[in-house]
């Protein structure tokens, strides 16, 4: 049992939930179509540093401490609060709606900490590429966009999930990694309007130490460095303070065949496979 002076995290709460057959909180009733359109998106505020827990108002139920992906809400002298420093701003917690007392309180977020939101938060459109979410079509929608062509590789590195999150000086290092090698980000992706060097791939240093839940970083290389890349990732693993995932698009021959087992070795085919048809140009020439 836990004391009043006890600070329960995320991981405490899902970890004795689980095993006493507890987990039953919900986002309530949410869907992407209605955020998007602002039937729950952040309300009009105060500019502030961060958004925070008013303990004015807080009940101490716990309810939003599950919810934060970062680990952030803590419950503890029955009062939840919000760590600033690891808060990546995402929305989780105030747009689930499970405070009872709306005690969760945006803010209208100032730079550099508004990058936090616009990189965490899914419902945020980049605005340098118009898109929502990972702010990219990347290879979901390759057959329509057509970013990745026969012979060449387009390689996908994710810094932050899964769990942990991410700074942007772990941003940085991948992109000076690649840099060095010759490869540059791919001018469809948010994270090439970040770049304040482009020789070296440095970022703005303001920004080096905000946190983020992920962002995709985008490459194209030709297939013939493609253990290069290998070596690249290999090295990043032992530099990188985070998580990061790397996927690899490529595009298949006439026969449809592809280059991947060739160049990248031995693959594992699962019995089940997801596809995405990118018929999204079409429609919106009035197609089929």
Known sequence: MSGP?????????????????????????????????GARSSPA??????????????????????????????????KSSIDPNE?????????????PVDAITPVQLEW???????FSNP??????????????????TNDATNRYKRGQIGVIVEPGRPVLGARFHDVEKILKKFRSRGYEVVSQNPVADLIADQKTGALNPEILDEKIISCVIELIVPDTSAHDVMTAVRELSGEVESVFSVSIALRANEQGKSRFEELFGRVYQLPNGKVNIGVA????????
């Open 87 to 99: 808060c990546a701003e995402c929305g989780t917690c105030w747009r689930a709606k499970v405070c």
């Open 123 to 140: 419902l945020v459109v980049k605005k340098s590429t118009g898109v929502i979410g990972r702010g990219t079509e990347e290879t979901k």
């Open 281 to 288: 140009a079409d429609v919106a020439k009035g197609g089929a």
């Open 5 to 37: 002076g006890d600070r329960i995290s995320r991981r405490r709460f899902l970890d004795k939930t689980a095993k006493t057959g507890l987990v039953v909180y919900s986002l309530g009733a949410w869907s992407p179509i209605s955020a998007v359109h």
């Open 45 to 78: 505020a105060a500019k502030g540093p961060f958004r925070y827990i008013d303990k004015s108002k807080c009940v101490g139920c716990g309810s939003c401490v599950p919810l934060c992906p970062m680990e952030a809400i803590t419950l503890a002298n029955e």
């Open 112 to 118: 550099p900490r508004l990058m936090r939101e616009m």
